[in-house]
């Protein structure tokens, strides 16, 4: 599983940040308190702000070029909708109009998402273009928009009825869910793959994440962690979800990926951090999550950074390994017992004095070079578990096979007919796996 460092995003004036957005170049913004933020590499600032504003917030940001952050100005008895472009404010409302209004989230093409007192809209901000997202008798709130300009949302009546999701493309299409949505944030990723928080029906009655394609119709319920409930905030474009996990007792953020299922925030950075997080509220392309939490009894905002895979040394030989992998490619196990899947296609089964087929490659190797060859093998093997834990088992007993093959004398005991590169790739497969 991928390994995280953590960044504290520090405070301004003594206030620490909310993040609400990542972009794809790691640059978040927020809430700050009363005041909209921006941060980048280690450097957190405020958004500009006109002289009549009394506070401000920022929900979304684009990866364009010119960059685009969507929020809104105060103060709050009337709010106006705004956008950042490249850090230079501007005032959307008079484009929308109403009493008051809400920029939600920002493409990018700079079309912006939002609310009014009175309506949904989307509004395309180079031609000045406007749409009403309208559910008669409904209160309708966007909150995400992709990059195909396709809004998620939630709508539901006065009178209790719903919460639905809702999907917009020029059409408003009402969501499925198999339980109640919550009236809390949703996301959508440029494939229309949805995500957010519904309730169980009785009698569990608990809130579970779940993502919704719109062009498979599948719903997924993704909770999977040890706590009560979960619920999710936003989604990537490869399918990678956040949010928090909790019960009564206990919260703390979460990731979601398909290989790895559920997972707290507290077991990719570990508890010695010095960390507690209340959740993660976005994350990138590149895996960067971005969220709130507490460290050392202070809150803080954090950015979550994936740890690439240390890079092979140049002179690690990668056409041997390469070889000895194409040389067997599997272990099969079969009714008649462990077998050897060879380049060829051929399957080969032992007899009682080992393979039958007489040129089988295994037939040329000394013991400890087998030993390493059905190490390695296994290794190949164990990439197929899907449960994270008993593929590590299985990769940590191939190491352990490979090493030990490798440290034993036979290891070295290669005719004067034949080349030694088995024996030297031995050693080699020693060297990375110590490393």
Known sequence: MTAYSITDLGTLQGDAPSPCAIN???????????????????????????????????????????????GWIGPAVNCRAALWTDGVYLDLHPLIGDAYSFAADVNDSMIVTGFTDSRAFRLDVTTQQIETLTLPGNDVR?????????????AGKGDNSGPWLF???????IVSIPGEVQWETVD?????????????????????????????????????SPYLGSRAVCINNHGAVVGSVGNSSVDDG?????????RPLTDLVGVQSGWTFSGASAINDAGEITGTGVLNGQPRGFLLTPIPSKPRPAHEPNWRLKELVGMVKEILVAGSGIGILLPSGDIIYPGDGGPVDPGSPLLRLDTA?????????????????????????????????????????????ADAGRSNWLSRLLRDIADALER
Do not use: C
């Open 254 to 262: 979460m990731l979601w990926t398909a290989s790895d299922g559920m």
């Open 188 to 224: 959508v990723n440029d494939a229309d793959v949805m995500t957010g928080s519904y309730r169980q029906a009785a009698p569990s009655s608990h809130i579970h994440a779940f993502t919704y394609d719109f062009n498979s119709h599948a719903f997924t319920d993704i909770h999977g």
């Open 167 to 173: 999907y917009y493309d020029q059409t408003m299409h």
């Open 142 to 154: 966007p909150y995400a928009i992709n990059n195909s300009g396709h809004v998620a949302g939630i």
């Open 369 to 413: 070079q087998g030993d390493a060859d059905v190490g390695l093998a296994m290794h190949v093997l164990a990439q197929r578990i899907s449960d994270p834990f008993t593929r590590a088992l299985a990769e940590k007993a191939a190491a352990q096979i490979a090493l030990s093959a490798a440290q034993s004398p036979g290891s070295s005991k």
């Open 24 to 70: 794809t170049a790691g640059v978040i913004t927020g809430g700050l308190m009363n005041r909209a933020f921006r941060y980048e590499s280690g450097t957190l600032a405020e958004l500009q702000l006109p002289p009549s504003a009394s506070d401000a917030t920022a929900g979304g940001i684009s990866s364009s070029n010119p960059e685009q952050i969507a």
